[in-house]
């Protein structure tokens, strides 16, 4: 039983460019998220799902965009990449918002 | 805004019991996580209370007083394993994120 599966675990980008952060569960969770975790500030919702095809912001969204085609499936992409999104990313999954959230192992993002 | 507040850090012996508190300030409540968070990992579930009371589960208990704003959370017979940070977070009604974390609290166990 794989859980959450998020890739890559270590990322470096040049300002400017763009990638999608990977996240994956084979839990049938209806429920997924995405967060960044900034020392001293805690972990930041980014972006939301509730089920295939519906995506909602979180705190912190701009610079980011989601989409959910599948139940198990809920990239991030960061289309230009800026030093402020350097940060550890994690992605977590639950069956529903109020339920036990099953996180990934995390992504390092370094924007230079 | 949202305003939710743990301490920094806290310090505490291995075998005894320390209470870590979490303050909320939020537009409407839903609901309280405790999650635990070891350096370099992820978080893990530790509670969820949406109802006032006390609620147990082995050695580690979490305490909601809706009226108040205040949720504990307490563990008893404290490992070394336990140093990690314990994160609350809390489920809101309204707002721009159905979701706020606090900055968490790091516990450090000592011999």
């Known amino acids: 039983n794989a859980g959450v599966t998020q890739t890559p675990k270590f990322q470096v980008l040049k300002t400017g460019q763009s990638m999608t952060l990977q996240c994956a569960q084979d839990?049938?969770?209806?429920?997924m998220s995405w967060y960044r975790q900034d020392p001293g500030m805690g972990l930041r919702l980014i972006h939301y799902s509730v089920g295939a095809g519906i995506t909602d912001q979180g705190e912190v969204p701009n610079g980011y965009n989601v989409s959910r085609s599948t139940t198990e499936d809920f990239p991030l992409r960061l289309l230009s990449a800026a030093p402020s999104q350097t940060s550890v990313y994690f992605c977590a999954s639950s069956y529903r918002d109020y339920t036990e959230a099953f996180f990934g192992q995390g992504t390092r993002l370094t924007v230079v | 805004g949202q305003n939710i507040d743990q301490p920094t850090e806290m310090t505490a012996t291995e075998g005894a019991i320390v209470q870590i508190n979490c303050t909320y300030q939020t537009s409407g409540f839903n609901g309280l996580f405790w999650y635990q968070q070891h350096a370099g990992e992820a978080p893990t579930f530790l509670s969820y209370?949406?109802?006032?009371g006390l609620e147990e589960k082995g050695r580690f208990s979490s305490f909601l007083s809706r009226s108040k704003g205040y949720s504990y959370l307490l563990l008893k017979e404290l490992q070394m394993k336990d140093s990690a940070s314990y994160l609350c977070?809390?489920?809101?009604?309204?707002?721009?994120?159905?979701?706020?974390f606090g900055k968490g609290t790091r516990l450090s166990v000592i011999a």
């Open positions: 209370n949406v109802l006032d």
């Open positions: 977070a809390v489920r809101i009604i309204s707002g721009n994120t159905p979701l706020v």
């Open positions: 839990m049938n969770h209806e429920y």
